[in-house]
């Protein structure tokens, strides 16, 4: 018995040719503008890759800068705004803002397809020293590497401690304290990050150089007029100590004059 198939579309099976171009033409078109989308694709690919790098100013952003405007850090770059990115040098930038004294860190990344991020770090003041130019005396900024960073000015928002004793023959930014001094400063910084209040105590801080070397510290602290004398272990503990020990001579200072404590032993001994 053989089986016989009905066409339901009528209109196909009159014109079955038809249909079958229309389908062709259909796939044609499809083709068509499938390449046609590649073809914009690779165009764009091709001008963010090459044209835009080349030809359009870069983007020159900068984070991190407090008290420093990012106009003086263009200038400090050697940036006019004008530069195309495919010719900015990261490592030149760098290596120009890194020679800034004010900054301690800096860091550039070149985003694509034509920003470049400036991240910056500033020396933050941890002391103050006074140098002597021309017969007056200045103030002098001190960071916690012992780099001096400002010359003539002193920040208004904060009270420093000062340390006295050093010594510059021609002071100028950029300059650094003795190698052993070093350490001082480092425990400054530790203090004002852990207890700036204990360290708020501190009025200044004497380097008394040592004969055979080294250097002990004298300290003068805001509460009483009292010198004290110790090693240079400025802990936080060594001066919660100290502090307490004037706070315990203060009330004999109606009856005695002490004016010196020398913690540098095992004992504390007053004169």
Same mark, same amino acid.
């Given at each position: =018995? $053989?089986?016989?198939?009905? &066409?339901? %579309?009528?209109?196909? &099976?009159? @014109?079955?040719?038809?249909?079958?171009?229309?389908?062709?033409?259909?796939?044609?078109?499809?083709?068509?503008?499938?390449?046609?989308?590649?073809?914009?694709?690779?165009?764009?690919?091709?001008? @963010?890759?090459?044209?835009?790098?080349?030809?359009?100013?870069?983007?020159?952003?900068?984070?991190?800068?407090?008290?420093?405007?990012?106009? @003086?850090? =263009?200038?400090?770059?050697?940036?006019?705004? $004008?530069?195309?990115? =495919?010719?900015?040098?990261?490592?030149?930038? !760098? *290596?120009?803002?890194?020679?800034?004294?004010?900054?301690?860190?800096?860091?550039? #990344?070149?985003?694509?397809?034509?920003?470049?991020?400036?991240?910056?770090?500033?020396?933050?003041?941890?002391?103050?020293?006074?140098?002597?130019?021309?017969?007056?005396?200045?103030?002098?900024?001190?960071?916690?590497?012992?780099?001096?960073? !400002?010359?003539?000015?002193?920040?208004?928002?904060?009270?420093?401690?000062? /340390?006295?004793?050093?010594?510059?023959?021609?002071?100028?930014?950029?300059?650094?304290?003795?190698?052993?001094?070093?350490?001082?400063? /480092?425990?400054?910084?530790?203090?004002? $990050?852990? %207890?700036?209040?204990?360290?708020?105590?501190?009025? *200044?801080?004497?380097?008394?150089?040592?004969?055979?070397?080294?250097?002990?510290?004298?300290?003068?602290?805001?509460?009483?007029?009292?010198?004290?004398?110790? +090693? $240079? %272990?400025?802990?936080?503990?060594?001066?919660? @100590?100290?502090?307490? #020990?004037?706070?315990?001579?203060?009330?004999?200072?109606?009856?005695?004059?002490?004016?010196?404590? +020398?913690?540098?032993?095992?004992?504390?001994?007053?004169?």
């Amino acid at each position: =018995m $053989k089986k016989q198939f009905l &066409c339901r %579309n009528t209109e196909a &099976c009159k @014109y079955p040719l038809v249909g079958y171009m229309s389908m062709r033409v259909r796939v044609a078109v499809l083709k068509v503008v499938i390449v046609i989308l590649l073809l914009v694709l690779c165009v764009e690919f091709v001008f @963010y890759l090459f044209v835009v790098p080349a030809t359009s100013f870069a983007k020159v952003e900068f984070s991190g800068n407090v008290t420093i405007s990012p106009e @003086y850090l =263009m200038k400090a770059a050697g940036l006019t705004g $004008k530069e195309k990115w =495919m010719s900015l040098d990261g490592f030149t930038i !760098s *290596e120009r803002l890194a020679s800034v004294p004010l900054l301690a860190q800096v860091e550039v #990344l070149k985003k694509f397809p034509d920003t470049m991020h400036v991240h910056v770090v500033e020396r933050v003041a941890i002391a103050l020293g006074f140098v002597h130019v021309q017969g007056r005396a200045m103030p002098v900024q001190i960071d916690k590497t012992g780099t001096v960073f !400002s010359v003539g000015t002193a920040p208004l928002d904060t009270v420093l401690p000062v /340390v006295s004793g050093l010594e510059f023959r021609n002071p100028r930014v950029g300059l650094r304290v003795h190698d052993q001094l070093v350490p001082l400063f /480092v425990q400054l910084d530790n203090l004002s $990050k852990r %207890n700036p209040l204990l360290l708020g105590e501190i009025s *200044e801080i004497s380097i008394e150089q040592k004969r055979h070397g080294g250097y002990d510290l004298a300290l003068y602290l805001v509460r009483a007029p009292i010198r004290v004398r110790m +090693d $240079k %272990n400025l802990s936080e503990e060594k001066l919660r @100590y100290v502090i307490l #020990l004037v706070d315990a001579l203060r009330e004999w200072q109606t009856q005695r004059r002490i004016k010196e404590l +020398d913690v540098r032993g095992g004992t504390a001994v007053y004169r």
